[in-house]
């Protein structure tokens, strides 16, 4: 079946084969670069390549469409003919109608003028597991052209079932006032939230759970404080589309936030720098801090910015029971001379005042195992988007994690328990048979002492 906006058509052999693979798309890269060459019409469509990544089954409720823009970067205008998407597997892909929303391509056929564009949104709707591609074509003067990343992307997406369940314990408020509670996280193997789970599903190690729910379940939501912390330093600012998306995903984040949630952002580079002087509710100024320009150079202080996002949480307004940070990055630094000692450090220091760090890494020059190590050893959760374009997707799920599916386990402390960490583990069987034959991971996190 082929989708498009405008009249159906025979396609161009060389532009078929070049969708699926059988001769280059163009550009290539991660998805977030520009159009490549224009063709001799002068239409250009960026990104040339997306991929969805995997999506887990039961997860595409969650899952953001693309959006594509159609560009003239010609001299003379260029008539439109269609927009369409061709499926090589099955209709998994769907090209969304969005005529009112800003920028939108108008219905077909439609004139460019050079310098203008406008811009379409795919969906990926998978009815069945497997990998899928499809191309996004646009037919305009010169149809028959199929020149690199002028009338075509290829658009990509894995739909895959869960098999792996991790628990991580992100906090343990050992000293609530209304009795000890443990803030935790159950993750499918793509980070996406495990929802619904019940009481009777959880066990901690040596000790009975009173009450399970989801953060965002009820009436009785616990506001969270949030230090976000982005990396300007010029393995990310030398890709001024990675800094865009950067900060669209920065800007989703507080979108989603609560009315009594707050947050703080920080930009870092050869130094750190408090883009907003305090925690703060007030969406407007996080994102006008998000949007501003820092005065910084090029080197990397990442340990350093972590280790003042978390001591952040020591000012006025960053006190809500629920905190992390989330930490967008490459993760390289070159200010430590020692980067074991440093992470053991920021490690530390989180561990100390019960802040888990989430790191998303993006960038040419991810440090996958620094990330994952801090994110692990603090109670937070490491996100590696499919690519930078997909950076918009991962805070998505760090947002539905905390401001929707979190857990919330109040348990009783007695005086004899001699454990020093709260074990988390699931029951699933009997109860989820979905997960039936899912490998389940358990979490643990250090039991805080109490002031």
Do not use: W
């Not at 595409?60 to 970067?73: A, C, G, S, T, W």
């Amino acid at each position: 079946m082929t989708l498009q906006y405008g009249k159906s058509r025979l396609l161009v052999p060389a532009l078929l084969a070049a969708s699926i693979g059988l001769i280059g798309c163009g550009g290539g890269g991660d998805g977030g670069g520009g159009g490549g060459n224009a063709p001799a019409t002068g239409i250009t469509v960026v990104p040339e390549r997306f991929d969805f990544g995997v999506i887990t089954e039961g997860n595409l409720d969650q899952v953001l469409p693309r959006k594509f823009i159609i560009r003239n970067e010609g001299t003379t205008s260029s008539n439109i003919g269609y927009i369409m998407l061709d499926q090589f597997e099955a209709d998994q892909f769907s090209l969304l109608d969005h005529l009112g929303d800003n920028n939108a391509c108008a219905p077909t056929p439609f004139s460019l003028a050079p310098g203008e564009s406008c811009t379409v949104e795919v969906e990926f709707n998978p009815d069945e597991i497997g990998e899928f591609k499809t191309a996004l074509f646009v037919q305009n003067d010169a149809p028959n052209v199929a020149t690199v990343g002028g009338t075509l992307a290829r658009v990509e997406g894995t739909y895959a079932e869960v098999d792996e369940i991790h628990v991580t314990v992100n906090q343990v408020h050992a000293c609530a006032v209304n009795g000890p509670q443990a803030f935790v996280s159950v993750t499918d193997q793509e980070r996406f939230p495990i929802r619904n789970l019940r009481k009777e599903n959880f066990i901690l190690e040596g000790l009975d759970p009173i009450y399970v729910r989801q953060v965002g379940e009820n009436d009785a939501y616990i506001p969270l404080s949030l230090s976000i912390a982005m990396d300007y330093s010029g393995s990310i600012t030398d890709f001024p589309e990675v800094v865009d998306n950067m900060e669209a995903g920065a800007t989703l984040l507080v979108n989603e936030m609560k009315a009594n949630d707050n947050a703080d952002i920080i930009k870092y580079a050869d130094d750190v720098e408090f883009m907003t002087t305090e925690f703060t509710s007030e969406k407007d100024i996080l994102k006008a801090a998000i949007e501003a320009s820092p005065g910084l150079d090029r080197d990397t202080a990442f340990y350093a910015a972590t280790e003042e996002a978390i001591e952040r949480f020591g000012t006025e307004g960053g006190t809500n029971d629920r905190k992390a940070v989330i930490a967008l990055t490459d993760g390289e630094d070159t200010f430590v001379d020692d980067t074991e000692a440093a992470l053991g450090d920021a490690i530390d220091q989180a561990l100390g005042v019960d802040i888990p760090v989430f790191t998303i890494g993006f960038g040419p020059f991810i440090q996958e195992s620094e990330l994952k190590r801090l994110a692990d050893g603090t109670g937070g959760l490491f996100y590696q988007p499919a690519s930078d374009a997909n950076l918009q997707q991962a805070l998505l799920k760090v947002a539905l994690l905390l401001f929707e599916y979190q857990y919330v386990i109040d348990f009783n402390l007695p005086v004899s328990y001699d454990r020093d960490s709260l074990d988390v583990t699931l029951t699933l069987e009997d109860s989820e048979p979905r997960f039936k034959d899912v490998e389940l991971y358990s979490g643990t996190k250090a039991i805080p002492a109490c002031p």
